[in-house]
């Protein structure tokens, strides 16, 4: 019993340690993430609202290499005249920028 109990314990700290990468790993990309939105707000002359983005989904998914890496996406506002906002997405896999989404919007 005592060497199950060793292998439980060994588990439990396996799990923890994963699971404290997983969230220290999502939070660089999640800044990476907020620099990427403020980039294409700059861009496209729009205000990224609040400076932050917030977690939407997430799933697995091959990068160019054919490696299968984490797909984060990640949803923001922003607005053209403070008067309307709007949703955009960025998409990181891994820790790169895959792909950003804007919703359509009026140009001021």
């Known amino acids: ?9 060994g588990l439990t700290i396996l799990l923890l340690a994963s699971l404290l990468w997983f969230w220290w790993d ?3 990309v999640a800044e990476k993430a907020i620099q990427a939105a403020k980039r294409q707000c700059d861009h496209v002359d729009v205000t990224l609202l609040n400076d932050t983005v917030a977690w939407k989904k997430i799933r697995l ?13 990640y949803g923001f ?8 906002r709007y949703q955009g997405e960025v998409d990181m896999l891994g820790g ?3 792909h950003i989404r804007l919703d359509a919007h ?3």
């Not at 506002?77 to 309307?84: I, N, V």
């Open 1 to 9: 019993m005592g060497r199950f109990s060793l292998i439980d314990n």
């Open 26 to 28: 999502s939070r660089g």
């Open 61 to 73: 998914k091959r990068n160019r290499q054919g490696r299968m890496q984490i797909l984060r996406t």
């Open 77 to 84: 506002e922003f607005a053209t005249d403070m008067a309307m």
């Open 96 to 98: 790169q920028v895959n």
């Open 106 to 108: 009026r140009i001021t």
